[in-house]
């Protein structure tokens, strides 16, 4: 095929396709726009951060009292959490629908019957601004169409707020994490983009879903293509009298990569979001037999005047205290801003003993992973902590730090731990981290976040998505323009 050939048929399908492809920019500028600015007209947050605990010696040494007072047994967590002005001991039994958190004292070493709805909305308390009064409470126990899989903490609370706005908050109880806090706007918004972004109300018929969502992106990846060709080969005429035309190519310099790379990235997403599963293994962790800490507790006089933010029950060779001291000086309420200049000090105690172990969280991890995935040790490389979000682990896990180790064994993995229960976070293999960097980079432009942070991205993206707008408007008008130029040429040569 000759240029001139190519050339006339990528115009063709450029002009035949102004009205489907300017419904595709409708459609997606409009959901797309519906994300950061619901994030910036939602409600303020008192804080980012969970609230910190501060645990004395007194506190600690409780447990074994709390465990054989109440003859606790099988536990998949067990640490210490802060409540109003008290540390309770938080224990996690069962799992999925039939998971359940047990709150004891440790005071009296009494349980707190049914508290776990308490504490949620103390939780959410300690993230909404002023003291709003709750209207009612919703357990959330499995994802639904207002609480997807992509939120990934269950089971979880919904504190419904008294508001003109009706403000809500969902609160994870285990990691003390705010998953979300919206109004009535925010909601709405959030609504509009998963109704006209993901069309998540055709959940019910993944194909037609599918195919909708094909068809949309093929208009813009026609389109884009078909205008790059356009800049590359067309000679550039030195005055374009027409003003809308002479926009519609200026814009077209700025907006053309974008929308190729949006259109290419979103249909690798939608692809592997729809047609392939990974299994992330989120099961994988010892289960704790908690009468193994019933042998009366006193820590060692070196360590009993510190204050300890982090207090859990891990299995190492035995049972054994995980505590880890409080930083010194007034906790952080905001966004975590990047690694700490040194982690605070981690020690554990054996339990039958007192004594302290010379343990590591890494050390313990690391043999804990080889088991876990039945490989060798040697298997088990490059771990690090994370003290931010990054590609693989994101924002939506909610919790920081995080222990990140890869593995050489047969799908790659990259595992994230919880280094307070050594529980598995989230996983990744190959597939689903090149999926993850084309839809971070190329869809959501997560490159411009180390140099503008968040805010700065989005105020970016929102400017380009309404550069697109107009650049398809001004395609718009020059395409009624012509056809009625056309139209009255071919009224004036028709015979009288």
Known sequence: MSRTQTLKLARKWHLLLVWPAMLSVLVYVLSSLAHPVANWLGPAKARFQPPSLHADAKAVNSIASIIKHNRLGAAHIAKLVPYEDRV???????????????????????????????????????????????KFVEYISEFNDAYPKSQRLLPVYKIHYQTADNLSAIVHTESLALVSLSNDGKRLLKSLFRMLHTFDWLNEYETVRLIVIAVLLSLLLIMSLSACYFLLVMKRQ?????????????LAYVVVLPLFLFSVSGFYHLG???????????????ALDLSQWQAPMVMAAELAPLSWNQVSLVQAAGPVYRLQAAR?????????????????????????????????????????????????????????????????????????????????NTHRNHVFIDPVSHRVLATNNPLTRLEGYSFSYLHMWGFLKPVLGHSGRDVIFVLLLVLTLVLSLFGLRVHLAAKRRTQATAGRQQPA
Request: no cysteine.
């Open 88 to 134: 309770l001991l938080q224990v996690t039994q069962g799992s999925g629908q039939e998971q359940s958190r047990r709150y004891f004292s440790t005071q009296d070493y009494s349980e707190l019957a049914e508290h776990d709805r308490q504490q949620a909305i103390w939780l959410a308390q300690q993230y909404v601004l002023g003291q709003p009064k709750v």
């Open 272 to 286: 592997q979001a729809s047609l392939y599963s990974h299994d992330e293994n989120l099961d994988l962790q010892d």
């Open 328 to 408: 010194a000086g007034k906790p952080s309420h905001g966004m975590p801003s990047g690694p700490a200049k040194h982690d605070a000090p981690v020690y554990f105690l054996d339990a039958h003993g007192s004594q302290l172990a010379h343990y590591t969280d890494s050390a313990l991890i690391h043999k804990k992973l080889a088991n876990w995935f039945a490989i060798g040790a040697d298997d088990v490389v490059n771990q690090q902590m994370l003290h931010g979000f990054e590609q693989g682990y994101s924002f939506k896990n909610k919790r920081l730090p995080v222990w990140k180790f890869e593995l050489l």
């Open 238 to 250: 030195r005055v374009i009298k027409l003003r809308a035309r002479r926009w519609h190519r200026r």
